[in-house]
DNA sequence: TTATGTGCAAACTCTTTGCATTACC
DNA sequence: GGTAATGCAAAGAGTTTGCACATAA
């Protein structure tokens, strides 16, 4: 069952009350900004989204509001090769990201698998793995259709 | 058996004369670089580099040679989230990576376990894998020593 | 000789910071 | 009322670009 806003929003005043810190509308925005997408965000798309809610919201709100989100672990970035950092809401479902070379199209997913083999490689090297990230790089199935 | 410069400065001659461009010693010794440096380098840390060998290169040389020599792969770049793009030579082994989240070390390995299960999952996708980055992150067996 | 590659400096983009003001607790 | 958060503008960092000159083919 995928949590609603509420419960997002009910989490960051939990956090932001037990570090003694205040509660803003705009950090409130941003995560609700990243709440209805369905796809990662740059910094300055969050900017021009949070704007049509907040006209008067400044860039360097947002980005303060990212890096705060981010380290306490209510959303996460991943950065691809050329287009910089993108942030997504962390719904509490780890996956990974397969990305299209031609059009950009980013697809989520999740193997068992996966992550059972890289706990096996970690320990092998004497590793403690905390996280990971992995991007697969290739051609989507509808950009394969275009090509041929 | 790793392979010595020489083949590498045969490589990129070849790379250069098959496409009609001109062999430059710039381009030379920032592959030499990136063959005797046993780890990651960051643009501006090859130029400090470079400039041991060759006192007059500029910075934006070492960029366009950069750019240059990764999209015709002879070296590779990757991005790990704060400290920006770093490079490596490309030596004909894919690898991964773990990141050491307190001292920054990075450890290389392959794991064909890997390699073929991110192929499985691809065709699941209809996508057509072409190349992967899996960046690991966690404490690495030194930093957990130190921790105890 | 001729086009590519280079060095320098200026321009650009992305991100961070200082400061006066606002707004939460 | 006191302190964190904001908006703005300026500053920084990293990277790219324009141009005249140097250099490989």
Redesign the pocket.
């Known amino acids: 069952m995928a949590k609603d806003f509420s419960q997002y929003k009910e989490q960051l005043k939990e956090l932001?009350k037990s570090k003694?810190?205040?509660?803003?509308?705009?950090?409130e925005d941003i995560l609700k900004t990243l709440f209805n997408s369905k796809k990662h965000l740059?910094?300055?798309e969050i900017y021009t989204e949070v704007k049509k809610i907040?006209k008067?919201?400044?860039?360097?709100?947002v980005?303060?509001?990212l890096?705060f989100l981010e380290s306490e672990g209510l959303i996460n970035s991943i950065s691809f090769g050329v287009e910089?950092?993108k942030y997504e809401l962390n719904r509490g479902e780890h996956h990974d990201h397969m990305i299209c070379l031609k059009c950009g199209k980013i697809i989520e997913f999740f193997d068992e698998r996966l992550e059972s083999l890289q706990e096996i490689i970690a320990q092998k090297h004497d590793f403690k793995l905390i996280t990971h990230e992995l991007n697969m790089y290739g051609i989507c199935s509808n950009c394969q259709e275009e090509e041929s």
Do not use: D, F, M, W
């Not at 003694?20 to 950090?27: E, F, I, P, V, W």
């Open positions: 932001v003694g810190l205040k509660y803003s509308s705009q950090r740059t910094p300055e907040n008067n919201i400044g860039l360097a709100t980005y303060r509001a890096s910089g950092k």
